[in-house]
């Protein structure tokens, strides 16, 4: 393994020394099906270019239990891939007790979406450099909604050096 | 996709530059059984709240390869059906080699848990605002034992502006 | 559950306020296999000690969407348990849209590593303490090559007090 120092913004220690700076945002998405997956890279970058950060780190939080997050590439034959994939890892159909109104008290019998989440995490720490969110080629950041259609939040975190 | 900035606590551009401040602390569990789910969101928040970190990032970390964190509902019927989901996408009683002496020197037989905690993972980093942790309405933090019981510790780092 | 406070570093309350500091790099490896885990514990520890950063948190992230990473134990026995479970729990052989000409303009036939990749997770935020990476006795900081061999590279962000 070798390392290679980024030579655009940093001394020549690779390390700076700032003000902190931190960008604190609510973002609100409307979901359009019960299981629908979008593509909010562009929406973050935007973000994180108007933060003023220039290197740190972006927290990028679901509000809901029923709303995951996660990296990988948007097209669109991959998507409906990884769609199957969720909707066979965890079966809507199967018996929960959470979907039981002898045990549980949710009307939703949204134990599915739950689990699903569960299995793709609420958040995502992103890196930001040079005033700009960095992704691999063909990564995406995006949204997976497993219970909608509903108005969805997400908690934005931008922290750095200024 | 639209946006809504906090207007409580940030200037005008949403944006803020302070002095950095973190807190470190261990925290310690102790687990009663072999797999228990354990909310810890109140623990969590407390420490937030003290830290006198008023906008960044909380880091919840396992320093256990057998001790998860996730985000979920704090409902009983739906731990039984994440619990009941766990122990079913990793069988205990599966052949491991971890769990076979002619492989390892580990006598816990305890690869069902090392493999349900890659599952769930082993880390957590929550937005703090105002100087409160946020979460969604139904979003609790959960400790996952998957090899109790033990006396357990977690890392937490509170990091950002004063 | 109890709380300990960590004396080594901290002042009284446990808390610092000092200025930020941060190390951006990028680095490189090499993989050998289709499927292969490699340990990156110490280079990450070694970046962690030349930062110059005292307290705060590292986030090391995959740039692509078919390189993974996680936390486990490395022992050889449980590397060969896990690479069977992630090989069981996406089949290869199986039917993806991805691998499909008439859908997909991918000639990688790699749908299984995108999804083993999202179970896995593309990132980890790690704990730094007194100028040291912190991690439990049996835990690695693991890499997941999932379509190698290839030439990878991962971000890197140190972030804290100096």
Known sequence: MSEQALATTAPPDGA????????????????????????????????????????????VSSLHTTLALFINEWQQALLDDIRGFIEQAVLREAYYKHNDPQFSDCDRSNADAHLRALL????????????ELVLGTFQAVILAELDGPRERSLQLQILGTA
């Open 16 to 59: 700076a020394t700032n003000g902190i700076r931190i960008l604190t945002r609510t973002l609100t998405v409307s979901t359009g099906g019960r299981v629908e997956l979008i593509n909010i890279t562009e929406r973050i970058a935007a973000e994180v270019r108007s933060s003023g950060v220039r290197d740190g780190v972006a927290l």
């Open 120 to 131: 793709l995490g609420h958040h995502l720490v992103l890196p930001v450099h040079n005033g």
